[in-house]
């Protein structure tokens, strides 16, 4: 299977006034093409730092993304947007839904922004819906849903346009058991059904174990790495060894 998406010593600082914060140190990490990786770590570690810079969203501080086949320091701005765009869904760490917009809309907006026409796609919008449970929901207002629903219509939302790549951070944090196992089950999908990659940065090793591969990070540097997962017991106990043994 090919890369869909490399980093090569991947390397961002903050600059904080006096204080430089090293948020990743030298990360290469290879996704191939319909792999799931789940990234786990402490706080702080550089998960959510990792996923924006290979989503584009912001640029390293040295060092190279590579999606798709395009190296992104070679594009300008409006090529990344475009890059982003079709081939790149986000579920961010806070959804960030647009508070005047319903449900439906707020899944549609992708589609909106690339200039699709709306009413081509309704059945999908239904769809993605109806599998995050909020079939019911759908001309509902993000404030008259509640913290995990709202999540659920940000997963929506990045499916939409069955991008290649999704990036999501922690998208089942905000959820009960039952909601994100659904949640989970739809990302895990998507990768066999529509051979769409997933990189998941998760906390929970039950979430991680459904990946294909989990990378453990620490202050900024990826350390350990479980492939080829099995059976998904063995793995929440593999992926639980490793945070125990590394003191994650
Ligand atoms: N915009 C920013 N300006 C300054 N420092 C930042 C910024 N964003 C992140 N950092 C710092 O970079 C480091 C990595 O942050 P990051 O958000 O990637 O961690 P994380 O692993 O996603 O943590 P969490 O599990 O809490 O979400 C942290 O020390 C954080 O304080
Ligand atoms: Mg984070």
Do not use: W
């Given at each position: 299977?090919?890369d869909?998406?490399?980093?090569s010593?991947?390397?961002?600082?903050?600059?904080?006034?006096?204080?430089?914060?090293?948020?990743?140190?030298?990360?290469?990490?290879?996704?191939?093409?319909?792999?799931?990786?789940?990234?786990m770590?402490?706080?702080?570690?550089?998960?959510?730092?990792?996923?924006?810079?290979?989503g584009?969203?912001?640029?390293?501080?040295?060092?190279?993304?590579?999606?798709?086949?395009?190296?992104?320091?070679?594009l300008?701005?409006?090529?990344?947007?475009?890059?982003?765009r079709?081939?790149?869904?986000?579920?961010?760490?806070?959804?960030?839904?647009?508070?005047?917009?319903?449900?439906?809309?707020?899944?549609?907006?992708?589609?909106?922004?690339?200039g699709?026409?709306?009413?081509r796609?309704?059945?999908?919008?239904?769809?993605?819906?109806?599998?995050?449970?909020?079939?019911?929901?759908?001309?509902?207002?993000?404030?008259?849903?509640?913290?995990?629903?709202?999540q659920r219509?940000?997963?929506?939302?990045?499916?939409?346009?069955?991008?290649?790549?999704?990036?999501?951070?922690?998208p089942t944090?905000?959820?009960?058991?039952?909601?994100?196992?659904?949640?989970l089950?739809l990302?895990?999908?998507?990768?066999?059904?529509?051979?769409?990659t997933?990189?998941?940065?998760?906390?929970?090793?039950?979430?991680?174990?459904?990946?294909?591969?989990?990378?453990?990070m620490?202050?900024?540097?990826?350390?350990?790495?479980?492939?080829?997962?099995?059976?998904?017991?063995?793995s929440?106990q593999?992926?639980?060894?490793?945070?125990?043994?590394?003191?994650?």
């Amino acid at each position: 299977m090919s890369d869909i998406l490399q980093t090569s010593d991947l390397r961002k600082q903050y600059q904080m006034g006096e204080v430089t914060v090293d948020a990743l140190c030298g990360v290469d990490l290879a996704v191939r093409r319909g792999e799931f990786v789940a990234v786990m770590g402490p706080s702080g570690s550089g998960k959510s730092t990792l996923l924006h810079l290979m989503g584009g969203l912001d640029s390293p501080s040295d060092g190279e993304v590579t999606l798709a086949g395009r190296r992104l320091a070679h594009l300008d701005d409006d090529q990344i947007t475009i890059v982003r765009r079709r081939q790149v869904g986000f579920v961010f760490q806070f959804f960030n839904l647009l508070p005047t917009l319903t449900a439906a809309e707020n899944v549609a907006l992708p589609l909106l922004i690339d200039g699709k026409r709306i009413d081509r796609y309704s059945a999908r919008i239904d769809e993605l819906l109806e599998l995050v449970g909020l079939g019911q929901r759908r001309g509902h207002k993000p404030d008259q849903l509640s913290g995990g629903e709202q999540q659920r219509v940000a997963i929506a939302r990045a499916l939409v346009t069955e991008p290649d790549i999704v990036l999501a951070d922690e998208p089942t944090g905000n959820l009960d058991s039952k909601s994100g196992a659904a949640i989970l089950d739809l990302l895990r999908r998507a990768c066999d059904e529509k051979g769409q990659t997933i990189v998941m940065v998760t906390h929970d090793p039950r979430a991680a174990s459904i990946a294909d591969r989990v990378v453990f990070m620490r202050d900024g540097r990826l350390i350990r790495q479980l492939d080829n997962m099995g059976r998904q017991d063995e793995s929440v106990q593999l992926i639980m060894d490793v945070i125990a043994e590394l003191e994650l």
